[in-house]
């Protein structure tokens, strides 16, 4: 929490590192953030992750820094530079899981080799004694782009002998390692050489070494590493012995000695699309090569926290974001003991999506969340409610999807569940079921029955989890498990009340809340627990990765963390929601996560304004484009015309690049959507055909033209938005994080378009310019925002007690277009007034002033402001920019005594 030795953060701005943006560039960047005013940079995971990570969440070590990102030296003039321009440094810090696959991850290539007596094992969330026999003591490798038996006979997997460290290993494509067990090395070596012969015996013979064969491995592998590079005639048998394993392409009966020495080892290689039914880790969501850390291990979390904790302690980090923090077994003692153990107090949020009328748990001790909510919430709030009606009416007989969101919802978190997922509901119904005939009062649950149960609970979910631990559950646990099981019982036909009865106990812990139950506490509440590590994948993947793409009735609303089946949000509600924020909590409005950037969704915000003529337009675009052959889905289409609103560029000339980005953002829409086509077997024939449909439209003069005439009244409405977007972030508790260059225009789209390079001389020029009054005419190119961004920072420099500390009070107005509010500690205070809605009539009305200094200096426009008796008429103060930040000017006398 902050603390007086750390405080919170004045503003964050994230940086995303990876092999094209270094340590040395973000080092470089140094002076501009500083000039900017944010205080802490934020910066993606830096640890050692996987060769080529775009994103740096595939860690590989966490004792290490990413070498792609620079060396141990560079990674110390960026923390110097960082500090020479008063700048700190936050982590992107990734507890739950590790990259795997590869040949990168040592610990999980232990694994791999010596199974559940590797030292490792126990790191990773491995089920070894899944349901099925053939996995017993093994863990399922899905990494193969086709059948077992297809890849076998095609010679692509393979006996590799690295002379260099004495191993043997098979490689599934020429990139996967899969580490052969060291007691099967003389069926390999064989012996044809007396030296050999000696060393495959002293293989096979581990057993007398216990508990410390992995030392006598270690010795007898540089043993062998020595032989071959000293002895022509080993190494040349090693190679026969290698050699022997090798088959035919295209027979696979000639590769039956490598497919019995495949099948005695500790993991079990396979198709990828075997994961969805087989899996026997936990992976992050549904990504085979992401695989889930045990971090309530203290072991691990020591090992894993080790560096994190020096750069604290050196006073080179001072804060975290955690990563996932509901992908953990129990989130809230990890956060205490990532407090008690940290060696110094630190800022620490937490990613964490809260769902409809949840709040963030207090006994967790962080200092908020990172900011989905808040992103959220000023969409919706630009949103205007009256043009829901009209695009409901126009989605439904565009796309002729007429359903509630909350029924693709469904729907989606069922299919997931059914299809990329099963293994891991498999696993729970069976855990379930074990329980159930542990006692005769629940003896004839059947795995089946239990599993349907399972499945309609998980989706009657509300929230991404509860948090149910063995301190027990709270009352908000109760209430969402409730509501869950309430709604199952609805939803779950045929299956009889009692299944419910007992997994509602199940899953509170009441089933074990009085001694003789007849049950397993720890059964009991392990089960409970890792049925809480299920429920957030599938909301992820089933919501945000799936329906999202589904329900495209107004994708501005389509966000992670929002709900895109209501359209709009009071300025009541807006108010009411600031007051309650954690002084702590992060203001996002862009990340590495969002969908759309956030001035894409301020201007597609507009459409609600001008609903008919939106459809309208979009009547007359289908006229133009629909002709043309083929096309594709028309829900597709829909999303391809917000799309080109909400990222058309603002600069005139070729569109071959923003028609690319275009393309791209589609296809991934529609394979993530998984109607027409999908990730895992794309239909190759519907994405032509919509890439083509794309391109037509970019060729047709026609149609461009009129979209720009519409276009052309869109821009200047949205620009308007995306400042009030601005000054309301700046101005509102909480700590405002910049995503890297939406200090400008972000008219981003979903990743990898959100993670292009910033134009950074384009932002800096326009810094220099920063100390001037903002015009009316700045608003077009995005210099308005940025200059507001300065201004608003340097406003939070001077006076950091009232933006950490101050109180917030709305300033009720009569035209619900107005957003009024006033923050205030001790003797500093401010007023920020804005209007949305822009595309309606003049406002109007008195601004009520809550305190009586007859001036005020707008710190946008540089005006000085003259108070009337009543107050301060809107219309004049708004008339040329759609906000104002009013600080009350003091006499002199006044500041003088201050001094």
């Known amino acids: 929490?902050?603390?007086?030795?750390?405080?919170?953060?004045?503003?964050?701005?994230?940086?995303?590192?990876?092999?094209?943006?270094?340590?040395?560039?973000?080092?470089?960047?140094?002076?501009?953030?500083?000039?900017?005013?944010?205080?802490?940079?934020?910066?993606?995971?830096?640890?050692?992750?996987?060769?080529?990570?775009?994103?740096?969440?595939?860690?590989?070590?966490?004792?290490?820094?990413?070498?792609?990102?620079?060396?141990?030296?560079?990674?110390?003039?960026?923390?110097?530079?960082?500090?020479?321009?008063?700048?700190?440094?936050?982590?992107?810090?990734?507890?739950?899981?590790?990259?795997?696959?590869?040949?990168?991850?040592?610990?999980?290539?232990?694994?791999l080799e010596w199974g559940q007596a590797s030292d490792y094992a126990g790191w990773f969330d491995i089920d070894w004694q899944p349901e099925g026999p053939h996995l017993a003591g093994k863990v399922l490798i899905p990494v193969l782009g086709d059948q077992y038996g297809a890849v076998l006979a095609d010679g692509a997997l393979e006996l590799r002998f690295d002379e260099a460290a004495g191993e043997l290993a098979i490689w599934a494509h020429g990139v996967h390692k899969l580490p052969v067990y060291p007691g099967h090395y003389g069926r390999i070596l064989g012996g044809a050489h007396a030296e050999l012969e000696r060393l495959g015996d002293a293989f096979s013979h581990l057993a007398g070494f216990r508990p410390h064969e992995q030392r006598r491995v270690r010795e007898l592998k540089a043993q062998l590493?020595?032989?071959?590079?000293?002895?022509?005639?080993?190494?040349?048998?090693?190679?026969?012995?290698?050699?022997?394993?090798?088959?035919?392409?295209?027979?696979?009966?000639?590769?039956?000695?490598?497919?019995?020495?495949?099948?005695?080892?500790?993991?079990?290689?396979?198709?990828?699309?075997?994961?969805?039914?087989?899996?026997?880790?936990?992976?992050?969501f549904n990504i085979s090569d992401l695989a889930g850390l045990r971090i309530e291990h203290e072991e691990l979390f020591d090992h894993a926290h080790r560096l994190v904790f020096e750069l604290i302690g050196q006073g080179t980090l001072d804060g975290l974001r955690i990563d996932h923090i509901d992908g953990l077994l129990d989130p809230r003692t990890y956060c205490l003991r990532l407090r008690e153990k940290a060696p110094r107090p630190i800022y620490l949020v937490v990613e964490k999506i809260l769902g409809p009328g949840e709040e963030l748990r207090e006994d967790w001790q962080v200092d908020g969340t990172t900011g989905y909510e808040f992103a959220n919430l000023l969409t919706h709030l630009l949103i205007d409610p009256a043009g829901e009606p009209r695009l409901s009416e126009l989605y439904r007989s565009f796309s002729g999807e007429g359903r509630a969101f909350d029924a693709i919802m469904r729907e989606c978190k069922l299919a997931i569940m059914e299809d990329e997922m099963a293994s891991e509901l498999g696993g729970l119904a069976r855990d379930a079921a074990r329980i159930a005939r542990s006692n005769p009062r629940t003896a004839d649950f059947t795995r089946n029955v239990l599993r349907r149960a399972l499945r309609e609970i998980v989706a009657g979910f509300r929230v991404y989890r509860t948090y149910v631990d063995p301190a027990g559950a709270s009352k908000a646990d109760l209430d969402e498990l409730g509501h869950a099981v309430a709604r199952a019982r609805r939803t779950g036909s045929g299956i009889d009340r009692s299944v419910f009865d007992f997994l509602f106990s199940v899953l509170s812990c009441e089933a074990v809340a009085k001694p003789g139950s007849g049950f397993s506490r720890q059964d009991v509440l392990r089960f409970a627990m890792k049925f809480q590590q299920y429920t957030g994948p599938v909301m992820a993947k089933g919501v945000e990765d799936t329906a999202f793409y589904r329900y495209n009735r107004f994708v501005a609303a389509?966000?992670?963390?929002?709900?895109?089946?209501?359209l709009g949000s009071s300025v009541a509600a807006f108010h009411a929601a600031n007051r309650a924020r954690h002084a702590g909590a992060m203001l996002g409005t862009s990340t590495h996560d969002t969908k759309r950037g956030e001035d894409c969704r301020a201007r597609l915000a507009v459409l609600s304004e001008i609903a008919p003529d939106f459809a309208e337009a979009v009547l007359r675009w289908q006229g133009m484009l629909g002709r043309s052959e083929p096309i594709p889905d028309s829900n597709d289409i829909f999303l391809f015309y917000q799309l080109l609103i909400g990222a058309w560029p603002l600069e005139s000339g070729p569109l071959e690049g923003f028609e690319e980005r275009i393309q791209a953002a589609m296809?991934?829409?529609?394979?993530?959507?998984?109607?027409?086509?999908?990730?895992?077997?794309?239909?190759?024939?519907?994405?032509?055909?919509?890439?083509?449909?794309?391109?037509?439209?970019?060729?047709?003069?026609?149609?461009?033209?009129?979209?720009?005439?519409?276009?052309?009244?869109?821009?200047?409405?949205?620009?308007?938005?995306?400042?009030?977007?601005?000054?309301?972030?700046?101005?509102?508790?909480?700590?405002?994080d910049l995503y890297q260059g939406a200090e400008g225009f972000d008219f981003?789209?979903?990743?990898?378009?959100?993670?292009?390079?910033?134009?950074?001389?384009?932002?800096?020029?326009?810094?220099?310019?920063?100390?001037?009054?903002?015009?009316?005419?700045?608003?077009?190119d995005g210099s308005a925002k940025l200059t507001a961004t300065a201004k608003l920072l340097a406003l939070r420099r001077e006076h950091a007690a009232l933006f950490a500390e101050g109180d917030y009070q709305p300033i009720e107005l009569e035209d619900e277009r107005l957003i009024a509010f006033s923050r205030q500690h001790g003797e500093s205070s401010l007023i920020v007034v804005a209007a949305r809605f822009p595309s309606r009539s003049a406002i109007g009305g008195l601004l009520t002033l809550p305190w009586r200094p007859p001036l005020y200096d707008d710190i946008l426009s540089g005006r000085r402001?003259?108070?009337?008796?009543?107050?301060?008429?809107?219309?004049?103060?708004?008339?040329?920019?759609?906000?104002?930040?009013?600080?009350?000017?003091?006499?002199?006398?006044?500041?003088?005594s201050r001094r």
Not at 102 to 110: E, K, R, V
Not at 266 to 276: E, G
Not at 868 to 886: Q, R, W
Request: with cysteine; charged share 20%; aromatic share 10%.
């Open 1 to 111: 929490m902050a603390t007086a030795e750390n405080p919170l953060p004045r503003a964050t701005y994230r940086l995303q590192l990876n092999s094209r943006f270094t340590f040395t560039d973000a080092g470089a960047l140094a002076p501009y953030l500083e000039q900017l005013g944010v205080s802490h940079v934020y910066a993606s995971p830096f640890l050692k992750a996987r060769p080529g990570s775009t994103h740096g969440y595939d860690i590989v070590d966490h004792d290490a820094l990413n070498p792609e990102l620079g060396t141990c030296e560079d990674f110390d003039r960026m923390s110097e530079a960082f500090r020479s321009h008063g700048l700190g440094l936050i982590l992107d810090f990734v507890p739950n899981h590790m990259g795997v696959g590869g040949a990168d991850n040592p610990f999980w290539l232990d694994m």
């Open 225 to 284: 590493a020595a032989l071959v590079a000293e002895d022509a005639q080993a190494a040349a048998a090693v190679a026969q012995g290698v050699a022997r394993f090798a088959g035919k392409a295209g027979d696979v009966e000639s590769w039956l000695r490598l497919d019995r020495l495949i099948a005695d080892q500790h993991w079990r290689v396979a198709f990828f699309r075997v994961a969805a039914d087989d899996i026997n880790y936990r992976r992050f």
């Open 865 to 896: 402001i003259t108070a009337g008796t009543e107050g301060i008429d809107v219309a004049m103060l708004l008339a040329d920019l759609p906000a104002a930040v009013l600080m009350p000017v003091r006499p002199a006398a006044s500041r003088r």
């Open 748 to 780: 981003s789209l979903v990743d990898p378009d959100n993670r292009r390079p910033v134009d950074w001389a384009w932002r800096s020029s326009r810094l220099d310019a920063a100390a001037r009054p903002i015009a009316a005419c700045d608003l077009a």
């Open 558 to 566: 389509n966000e992670v963390g929002g709900h895109p089946g209501r």
């Open 667 to 736: 296809l991934k829409s529609v394979r993530e959507a998984k109607v027409h086509t999908n990730w895992a077997a794309p239909d190759e024939d519907y994405e032509a055909d919509m890439q083509a449909f794309i391109s037509q439209a970019f060729a047709n003069q026609a149609f461009l033209a009129d979209f720009m005439a519409f276009q052309e009244r869109i821009l200047p409405l949205g620009a308007a938005n995306s400042l009030v977007q601005a000054v309301l972030k700046f101005t509102v508790p909480g700590v405002p």
